[in-house]
């Protein structure tokens, strides 16, 4: 029998972490400070691994060979101090999925576009017939998928969270979409702080590897210079890149440049509207040429890949005004391509657990294309602050059926009706999902 395991958390990322454990032999052992829900204590008590809910008992844990800690725990937490005091090392749940697999590895992180440029690469591998499971931030966790089956590729979501503890980490393909603030109440309000997290996914990574990353985005592009060094650089974007490996876009076609090699993908059938789709989908078709899939392939899944759910999603067309849920959008930078992407006048749904935004950057949108405003948040004072200036009806709710109501009031035809939050949304709501879900039913009930 292998020595003990403590596992931080018993949410998606713990409870698979604890499972690919318990498989390799390891004693387990979880610990939450929260409760513990009922589906899964039954696994643990089918699979004997030893739990504890609403404590931590720090002795036990401090004497574990390996410490695996949920992305949500936060790093300055009572019990983080304490556990790093001991001088014991924590890691994250996708380093130690890592540890246990020799497949290949794409990992996708980014502030905004990384869940449909995940969704894009697997879809295009998958339709190749590669073996390849898509984990991490999304679906499953990554210890839980290999525990189940081990893949021949892995494609992974990573948020800058998963990214703070890992050690040995490195993906055979990293690729970041756009790096802007997010999450800054995390990282003391220190926007760099945040960048060097992001950056992390090529900390461990060589010249034999690769990393695509957005080089439209001009924070990501310093950031690249200055922390990725060692692996070879795989650029994309509408203003042409420079190098021997770039991806651009012209006259509706993706444009892959590998050295002398051209290849072209038209786009004029593609699903999914908006310039950030279209860098999404240059990302995915940079992966899937490295991993050599045939153009046929390629062309082929750019055709029948459709929209992530709460992302841009539109929801329904009432008396001509188009209703969408893109309750996905939790920072600025999300809402910027929403606002962008929205083709008449739009009555704005918005407001949550406010993360440090600068709204600045969206005066220009918000002057041009949004008419009102609907609040929907316990603290409005910022939004309406910023907003007030530009737009005259500003109108604060406090529940999703309010906010959706008042908005189709305000709607004329032809306009549209954009739920973009811009914020976190655990104020009123379990998640993005409970909040987009409850969007779309408000609608429907209109």
């Given amino acids: 029998m292998k020595g003990l395991i403590a596992i931080l958390g018993s949410g998606e990322s713990g409870r698979g972490a604890a499972v690919l454990a318990k498989k390799l032999g390891y004693t387990v052992f979880v610990s939450d400070s929260n409760k513990i829900a009922k ?3 039954s696994l643990f008590k089918k699979l004997s691994i030893d739990y504890e809910e609403k404590y931590h008992s720090v002795e ?21 101090v304490e556990i790093k005091k001991s001088g014991k090392n924590i890691i994250s749940e996708i380093e130690f999925g890592f540890s246990q697999t020799d497949s290949k590895i794409i990992g996708v ?44 590729v892995y494609v992974l979501e990573i948020s800058s969270f998963q990214l703070d503890d890992i050690m040995d980490f490195n993906a055979d393909i990293s690729v970041i979409t756009s790096i802007s603030p997010d999450h800054l109440d995390r990282y003391n309000y220190n926007f760099n702080e945040y960048i060097k997290a992001k950056l992390n996914i090529t900390r461990n990574q060589n010249q034999n590897q690769f990393l695509i990353f957005n080089s439209d985005d001009k924070e990501l592009k310093k950031a690249v210079k200055k922390y990725a060094k060692n692996v070879t650089q795989f650029p994309y974007g509408f203003k042409t890149p420079k190098g021997d490996l770039i ?62 759910e709460h992302r841009l999603e539109e929801v329904l067309k009432i008396q001509n005004i188009t209703f969408i849920n893109d309750s996905k959008a939790t920072n600025v930078n999300a809402t910027f391509y929403a606002l962008e992407s929205m083709e008449g006048q739009t009555i704005w749904i918005v407001g949550g657990i406010d993360k440090g935004n600068n709204y600045l950057e969206l005066l220009p949108l918000v002057r041009e294309k949004v008419k009102s405003i ?3 948040g316990l603290d409005n ?21 309010e906010a959706v109501k008042i908005a189709h ?12 939050p811009a914020c976190a949304s655990f104020d009123l709501f379990k998640n993005y999902e409970d909040r987009g879900n409850q969007f779309k039913e408000a609608v429907r009930n209109l």
């Fill in 247 to 308: 991806t651009t876009f012209k006259k509706k076609s993706i444009i892959v440049k590998e050295k002398k090699n051209i290849n072209m993908y038209d786009t004029l059938k593609f699903t999914l509207k908006g310039r950030h789709n279209l860098l999404n989908a240059m990302a995915a078709v940079s992966v899937a040429r490295l991993l050599n899939v045939s153009n046929k392939f390629i062309r082929d899944s750019l055709i029948s890949f459709s929209n992530v």
């Fill in 109 to 152: 992180t980014g502030s905004n576009g990384k869940t449909t440029t995940a969704k894009m690469i697997y879809h295009i591998l998958k339709k190749a017939g590669i073996c390849v499971a898509l984990a991490g931030n999304i679906g499953k966790s990554f210890s839980e998928s290999i525990a189940e089956k081990n893949h021949q």
């Fill in 60 to 80: 036990k844990i401090i004497k574990a060979e390996k410490i695996i800690k949920s992305p949500g725990i936060n790093q300055k937490s009572d019990l983080i």
């Fill in 39 to 41: 589906q899964t204590k």
């Fill in 381 to 401: 004072e910022k939004i309406i602050e910023s907003f007030s200036p530009v737009v005259d009806v500003l109108v604060e709710t406090q529940s999703m059926s």
């Fill in 409 to 420: 009031k305000l709607a004329n035809k032809k306009d549209y009706v954009l739920l973009s």
């Fill in 374 to 376: 609907v609040c929907i």
